[in-house]
Structures are given as structure tokens and as C-alpha cells.
């Protein structure tokens, strides 16, 4: 029996247990010539547990502990064995491997979900059977993974759509400006120079069409209108 601390109520059963255990079995165990053993004083505990304290009607309750025990069973389901199999198995931290997406007991690589690679997860498993191991992450069971088997390759995850662009700011100014200097340029009314007349004068006529151009974008700096 046993009872939380600062718990009086609990205590007294303990202690009224202590006491009828000292005055009918301890005083007889006690006045017996020979000696007892360990294994002989649990025996006769045992013995005296269930034929006399058991079946003897409770001040309290006018019930043997027994009767009243049994009066107010309820019968449970038998757990699952594999259950009880697994909240039993042995406990590994490991890393889910960043690119074949396995982990490794006792030699064996199993397979998992690609979701967790990377990851740190616990491995739970029997060092009796290594059919599969439970991965748990975060204090979930997340699935049972398999042994790999040769050639077989983790799913690969789709990759999420990359998200559209907010506002180019720098492509808005670049627009912006390139509309204005058209519109300036436009405003200028160019004429074409005449290639032939500057050809009879002996010019060279990449070195002429540079310099008209260079005088253009001057005129444009300037603000003025070529003549």
C-alpha cells in the first residue's frame, strides 16, 4: 500500500494495514521455535494474506475485502499483444538520411516517409525482430518503416510553386523613364542626314553618323531643338 505525501486520509489506511498485520501474523511468525527464511516468511504471508485478512467482514464496509473486490469487478478487454509489443520496444535517436530519406538499426536501412528527411526522429524497435520500426517524431508515432528493399528509392517530394513576385519596383522606374525619354525624342522631329552629301565632302560615314547622334542626345541634355 501506499499513499501520496501530506495525505492523511491515505496514511491511516496504511498505517491501520501496518497494525493488524503486527498484531495477527507478525506476533505468530515471532513466537515460532525455528527460525523462518525469507522464502518460508513470504510464504506464510501469502497464506495468511488470503484466508484471514481477506475474508474477515470490514468494520467499514461489512464486506470481506474479497466479496467486495469481487462484487465490483469490471472485466477489461485483454490489451492488443502487438500493442503491448510495441509500448515495450527499444528506444534510438537517429537522423533521417538528407538524401536516400533512411535510417539504420543494427545494420538494417529502413525506409521512410520523405516528409521526415532530415529530420531527427526516435526509432523504436525489437532487437528480436527487425521486420519494421516505429519512427516517431515529436512525440507521435508518425508510421512503421520497412527494410529497404535493393533498388528502392524514397518518394520524391513536389516541389512547391514558387510565389509570384510582389512589385519590380526598379522595372516600374526603368519603364517609366524609357516612356519619357520616347516621348522627348519624339518631340524632337530628327531629320535623317543626307549620306551622300557628307560622302562627296570626304567624312567617313560612321565617324559622321556617331557625331550626329552624340549631338542629338547633347541637344537632349540641353533641352533644345536641333536646327
Not at 492523511?8 to 501474523?25: D, I, L, P, S, W
Not at 484466508?51 to 474479497?66: C, G, L, N, Q, V
Not at 503491448?84 to 537517429?94: C, M, N, P, Q, S
Not at 513536389?158 to 519619357?180: C, F, I, M, N, V
Amino acid at each position: 500500500m501506499h499513499s501520496k505525501p501530506y495525505c492523511a486520509e491515505g496514511r491511516g489506511c496504511c498505517e491501520r494495514f501496518n497494525r493488524t498485520v503486527k498484531e495477527q501474523f507478525e506476533s505468530e511468525a515471532k513466537g515460532r521455535e525455528e527460525l523462518l527464511t525469507l522464502d518460508e516468511l513470504n510464504a506464510y504471508f501469502e497464506a495468511w494474506l488470503a484466508e484471514r485478512y481477506h475474508r474477515e467482514i470490514h468494520s467499514e464496509t461489512d464486506e470481506a475485502p474479497f466479496d467486495r473486490f469481487y462484487n465490483n469487478l469490471v472485466a477489461r478487454e485483454a490489451p492488443d499483444l502487438q500493442l503491448l509489443d510495441e509500448l515495450f520496444r527499444l528506444r534510438k535517436t537517429a537522423k533521417v538520411h538528407p538524401k536516400w530519406c533512411t535510417v539504420e538499426v543494427q545494420g538494417t536501412r529502413y525506409l521512410v516517409d520523405s516528409a521526415l528527411r532530415g529530420h531527427k526522429v526516435q526509432l523504436l524497435y525489437d532487437g528480436f525482430d527487425q521486420s519494421y520500426v516505429l519512427i516517431e517524431y515529436q512525440g507521435r508515432v508518425m508510421q512503421r518503416a520497412y527494410p529497404q528493399r535493393p533498388g528502392q528509392i524514397p518518394e520524391q517530394v513536389p516541389k512547391a510553386e514558387k510565389p509570384q513576385a510582389g512589385t519590380d519596383y526598379l522595372l516600374l522606374l526603368r519603364e517609366s523613364y524609357e516612356t519619357r525619354t520616347r516621348a522627348q525624342l519624339s518631340a524632337l522631329k530628327l531629320v535623317a542626314a543626307d549620306s551622300k552629301k557628307e560622302l562627296s565632302a570626304g567624312a567617313n560615314p560612321g565617324k559622321t553618323t556617331f557625331c550626329s547622334t552624340a549631338r542629338q542626345y547633347r541637344a537632349i541634355g540641353r533641352g533644345k531643338r536641333l536646327r
